[in-house]
Every structure is written in structure tokens, then in C-alpha cells.
């Protein structure tokens, strides 16, 4: 038997960080993002003599007789995780993701999520996205003990563009929520055309340095734990800003969006010292020189991905990010959440 998994991963435009547990779980967070036509992919066959775990964007394999052996050591341990959640039995799991690895676009979540839709496809099962989205934030979180918000995993899982409220209260809001979820999500209606035009005017340039979101994660997260003053009213002001995404987004105003970009990138630079990386800040420099109304990084920071939105097409300013020593990315948004097959 095999099976097959892609999820999108995304780009969150204002929010990130107060998606993160105790924050998310202890205050109200808000995310917006979209995905985007980059897909991290699973392939399961089932059978065998054993376990082949294969990560072809890593180039790393890991081979075992027994699940027992399959424990957390720095390789691969987002599928060890999942043999581990799922049992079933002797296999051969090989992904591939489509995103640079560490580039802030969510990638592990999309791969958590397509891990999961491939497993419960195994198992016979095909849950709803919001279902999904949880038990793939529970196998990065819980079972590979790798720390990190649940942005990553409802993009992927539902596609499209997403409002997403964290405020332990989804049970009377979202009817296709599942049991226990601490995330609402409902999509953002942009006016017609208005997607096509962002996409046109949206510059994702990857710096080529990737970064360890769970070092800086667990940091910024230690901090609120301890009710530091400027982390707590930083991450409050975090969803403030999504909140005001959403409408922006929906009333079709560049400028407000552009702004916006702004505000939540200095927001999150706020929020610790290691944020913005020297090949980030030559980067915006360059960005700006070419006429960007605003821009930020792509999730945690620290390094991986900076989007930037222009009054003209993009394309215009790509030379200038590459001289700037960034690669541009292709964007196209991506409709459509997890598929099996």
C-alpha cells in the first residue's frame, strides 16, 4: 500500500509568535496568514522488513529493525515522531519539501500536517482540516518535543487565507473545529482580483541563512513565562496588528498593509535581540532603496525568509534582492489545503 501527502505551507502576514503556547493558551493571540504553492510531500509504504526514513531536501536516511530504536537524536525525528504516534508497522517514508529548509514559510508545519493526513489515510481515517491541523501541532510539539505555534499547521491544512484566533474559547465559534482545539479560524475574503494583485506586488527573497526557530522560540517564550513588561505588551500588540491585517486585507488597502508589514516586524525585532540577522538588515535596506512599503519576516526570524510588498509590480525589484545576496522565491497563493492520494 502507498500513499501519498502534500500541504502548503504559507506566509503570515502579521500575528506570528502569539500562536506559541503558554501565550496562546494564557492570553488572546491572532494570526493571518496564506498559503503559498510550495508543498512539503510525504510518500508511505507500508510493509517490509523494517523502518527506511528517507528526507530527500536533507539527503539524510535513517534505517531501523525495531520502532524502539527510532528515539529523538537530531535526525529525521519529525517522521521517527510520526512512526512513533501512528505504529504502523514496517514502512518506507520519504518527504520532500519545496521550501529552502529554515525559511520561516512554515515548512515543518506543512510536513507535520501532510505526516498526519498520510498516517490516518494509512490507518483508514481522513479527518477534517481543523482536526488534522491539531494532531499534526501535537506530533511536532508533543511527541517530537520540538516547540512552536499551530499558524504553521491550520495554513496547511486548510489552505487559502486564514484569520486565526487563539483564545482557548474555539468551542462555541467553529463548527468544523476539532474537540479540544484552542484555535478559530475563518477564511479572509479579499475583494476580486485583490489576490492576484498581491501577488504581483510581493517580493519573498530567502537570505540563505536559516535559523533555529526553537532556540529563539523558547527565549521570547521563557521571557512571558517570567511576565516580562515588554515581551507581554509586545506579543498583546502582536495580535492587535493581525486583527488589523485581516480588515486591511479585506477593504483592499495596500497602504494599510504595507504598514502594517512594518509595524509587525518591528514588533517581533522587539521581542529579542538575535531577530533581525545582518544579511536580513542588508536586505531590507536594499528593499526599501527599490521602494517597498513594507515588509517583514517570514515567521520567527532570526534569519530564513523576508517578504516585501511594492506600490509596483515586484518583479522590478528582484535584481536589487539579488544583488543583495537573497534568492527570490516564486509566489502564487495556494487555494487548496492538504490533499492524499
Known amino acids: 500500500m502507498i500513499i501519498h501527502a502534500r500541504a502548503p505551507v504559507r506566509l503570515d502576514f502579521a500575528g506570528g509568535w502569539t500562536d506559541v503556547a503558554p501565550f496562546a493558551t494564557e492570553e488572546r493571540g491572532a494570526v493571518v496568514n496564506a498559503a503559498i504553492d510550495l508543498h512539503a510531500e510525504v510518500r508511505i509504504e507500508l510493509g517490509g522488513d523494517g523502518y527506511r526514513l528517507e528526507s530527500t531536501e536533507l539527503g539524510q536516511v535513517v534505517e531501523a529493525r525495531d520502532p524502539s530504536e527510532l528515539e529523538k537524536d537530531g535526525r529525521l525525528d519529525l517522521i521517527k515522531a510520526a512512526v512513533r504516534m501512528y505504529a504502523p508497522g514496517p514502512c518506507r517514508v520519504t518527504t520532500r519539501s519545496e521550501a529552502p529548509p529554515g525559511s520561516g514559510l512554515g515548512s515543518s508545519g506543512a510536513m507535520d500536517v501532510a505526516l498526519v493526513a498520510a498516517f490516518e489515510a494509512a490507518a483508514g481515517r481522513s479527518p477534517g482540516a481543523a482536526e488534522l491541523a491539531e494532531r499534526a501541532w501535537e506530533l511536532e510539539a508533543v511527541e517530537a518535543r520540538l516547540p512552536g ?174 544583488a543583495a545576496g537573497a534568492t527570490v522565491l516564486p509566489l502564487r497563493w495556494a487555494a487548496e489545503g492538504v490533499k492524499v492520494w
Not at 482557548?168 to 475563518?186: F, I, K, L, P, Q
Not at 538575535?274 to 517583514?296: C, N, S
Open 149 to 322: 505555534g499551530k499558524q504553521d499547521q491550520y495554513g496547511a491544512a486548510f489552505g487559502g487565507w486564514n484569520a486565526l484566533a487563539f483564545d482557548g474559547r474555539a468551542g462555541d465559534h467553529e463548527a468544523s473545529r476539532w474537540v479540544g482545539s484552542t484555535a478559530v479560524r475563518r477564511a479572509v475574503e479579499l475583494p476580486a482580483g485583490f489576490a492576484e494583485h498581491l501577488a504581483d506586488r510581493i517580493l519573498v527573497c530567502y537570505t540563505g541563512r536559516s535559523r533555529i526557530s526553537g532556540d529563539t522560540i523558547a527565549r521570547v517564550m521563557t521571557r512571558f513565562v517570567l511576565r516580562d513588561p515588554v515581551v507581554t505588551a509586545t506579543l498583546h500588540e502582536l495580535a492587535t496588528v493581525a486583527d488589523e491585517m485581516a480588515r486591511a486585507l479585506e477593504a483592499g488597502d495596500p497602504g494599510a498593509i504595507g504598514t502594517l508589514l512594518g509595524r509587525n516586524w518591528a514588533l517581533q525585532q522587539r521581542l529579542d535581540a538575535g531577530m533581525r540577522t545582518p544579511e536580513m538588515a542588508a536586505l531590507e535596506a536594499a528593499m526599501f532603496r527599490a521602494g517597498a512599503l513594507g515588509g517583514k519576516a517570514a515567521g520567527a526570524g532570526a534569519g530564513g525568509t523576508m517578504f516585501f510588498l511594492f506600490d509596483r509590480p515586484a518583479s522590478l525589484a528582484a535584481g536589487a534582492a539579488r
